[in-house]
């Protein structure tokens, strides 16, 4: 068993940034890739970010491209994601997940939700 747990989570006013962080902890943190993903009201969750083992890959959807970057801290086990540029439309409940790029993830996080006022 892998347990995540998020925070950084908060309300910003659009144009601001956040930090969010994904502690793991149980079984093994080796070997994952990581990824965050989130879910606004009424909407389905949405990939976000990812990075693999040895942090040399990223990946983002064009809607984050350019704004989010994830990161991690294999000796911490910890993932972070920072958000810059931050949107009304980014507010959303966000979650980490492992492992990413086997199918649907076996493990997630309760969320953090991020808030970003006009």
């Known amino acids: 068993q892998v347990q995540l747990v998020e925070s950084g989570g908060g309300s910003v006013q659009a144009g601001g940034s956040l930090r969010l962080s994904c502690a793991a902890s149980g079984r093994t943190f080796s070997g994952y890739a990581m990824g965050w993903f989130r879910q606004a009201p009424g909407k389905e969750r949405e990939f976000v970010a990812a990075?693999?083992?040895?942090?040399?890959?990223?990946y983002y959807p064009d809607s984050v491209k350019g704004r989010f970057t994830i990161d991690r801290d294999n000796a911490k086990n910890t993932v972070f994601l920072q958000m810059d540029h931050l949107t009304p439309e980014d507010t959303a409940v966000y979650y980490c997940?492992?492992?990413w790029g086997l199918g649907y993830p076996d493990y997630w996080g309760p969320g953090t939700q991020v808030t970003v006022s006009s």
């Open positions: 990075i693999n083992w040895s942090a040399s890959r990223t």
């Open positions: 997940a492992a492992p």
